[in-house]
């Protein structure tokens, strides 16, 4: 069993920053694909960032290209998110996933955590 758990969001004003993590526990599989996605208010859940299991590899969504930096930390089993120059455009709840592969348009696939709420305000 794994257990993903999200820290880290919160309410900003637009133009601030936020660091997201994420803590992976219980059983671990070496070469393991870890991303974020968000949800807003009556829309999908979509694709925000993603990085290989090395940290070599890294893909993100065109709205958040230049703004967020996702990373990963395999010591501490950790992912991260550092999200600036934030628009009330990125309102959402975050959510880490681990899958086996770096094909992230099945946001059904592999494991969850609960999210964390990130609020931009004007």
């Known amino acids: 069993q794994v257990q993903l758990v999200e820290s880290g969001g919160g309410l900003v004003q637009a133009g601030g920053a936020l660091r997201l993590s994420c803590a992976a526990s219980?059983?671990?599989?070496?070469?393991?694909?870890m991303g974020w996605f968000r949800q807003a208010p009556g829309k999908e859940r979509e694709f925000v960032a993603g990085?290989?299991?090395?940290?070599?590899?890294?893909s993100y969504a065109d709205s958040v290209k230049g703004r967020f930096t996702i990373s990963r930390d395999s010591a501490k089993n950790t992912v991260y998110l550092q999200m600036n120059s934030l628009k009330p455009e990125d309102t959402a709840v975050y959510y880490c996933?681990?899958?086996?592969?770096?094909?992230?348009?099945?946001?059904?696939?592999?494991?969850w955590g609960q999210g964390t709420q990130v609020t931009v305000s004007s």
């Open positions: 219980g059983r671990t599989c070496r070469r393991q694909a």
């Open positions: 996933n681990v899958r086996p592969s770096t094909i992230w348009g099945a946001s059904g696939s592999g494991y």
């Open positions: 990085i290989s299991w090395s940290g070599g590899s890294t």
